[in-house]
Structures are given as C-alpha cells and as structure tokens.
C-alpha cells in the first residue's frame, strides 16, 4: 500500500501564495493518478487537483481553476500544488490521494477513485 505524507500548509493572508507537497513512497509505476482533495467541517470532501504520473494531464475543480497548479517530479515521487491568490474560502485540510488501479479518467475527480490517502494538512487563509 502506497504510502502518502503531505507537507506545507500554514496560516497565510488572502491572496498569498502556499505550496503543498505530497511524497509517495512508492515508485511511480505502482499508481496512475495523484490528486489533491480537500474539506471542511460538514462538508463533503472536495475536489481540488489532479495528475496523470505518465503523460503529466492535469486536471481541475472549478473552484481553483486558474488559481492552482499541480505538478509532478517523477524523480523524487512527489507532487506539488501550487496555491495563488489565495481566498478565505479555501481555508481546508488539504489530502494528497493516489490511484493505483489503472482507471478511467471519469474517476480522477472522484473519491471513490482513489485508494490511498495522506494524513491531511492544514490550511488556513485569513482575511
């Protein structure tokens, strides 16, 4: 079982910038996707970003679409998501999450395609 340790979230000021970090454990060949999901209390868990380990496709929730960025380093087994301008609203424990069934990309953005999941990290964005 892939393991998935999340790094980098904190206290930040509304339209600041934050950079979450996501190493894998294991090597790239044993998952297909990565993705970011992130929730509040009450909510349902959201979904925020993805990324394909073998062509890098990207993938984005409405929400932070031209606000976020995804990234992969195949060398280090890890994966980025750059935050900009960031809002209250995104003020959410943020989870990396891993597919390591070869699915279709319908289940990229859905939770129940993922079968690994980090510990979670915080963030939060003060007004």
């Known amino acids: 079982q892939v393991q998935l340790v999340e790094s980098g979230g904190g206290l930040v000021q509304a339209g600041d910038s934050l950079r979450l970090s996501c190493a894998a454990s294991?090597?790239?060949?044993?998952?297909?996707?990565m993705g970011w999901f992130r929730q509040t209390p009450g909510k349902e868990r959201e979904f925020v970003a993805a990324?394909?380990?073998?062509?890098?496709?990207?993938y984005y929730g409405d929400s932070v679409k031209g606000r976020f960025t995804i990234s992969r380093d195949n060398a280090k087994n890890t994966v980025y998501l750059q935050m900009v301008g960031l809002k209250p609203e995104d003020t959410a424990v943020y989870y990396c999450?891993?597919?390591?069934?070869?699915?279709?990309?319908?289940?990229?953005?859905?939770?129940?395609?993922?079968?690994?999941w980090g510990q979670g990290t915080q963030v939060t964005v003060s007004s």
């Open positions: 999450a891993a597919q390591t069934t070869n699915l279709v990309s319908y289940y990229y953005t859905r939770r129940n395609g993922y079968d690994a």
């Open positions: 294991e090597r790239t060949f044993s998952t297909y996707v």
């Open positions: 990324i394909t380990w073998k062509d890098g496709s990207t």
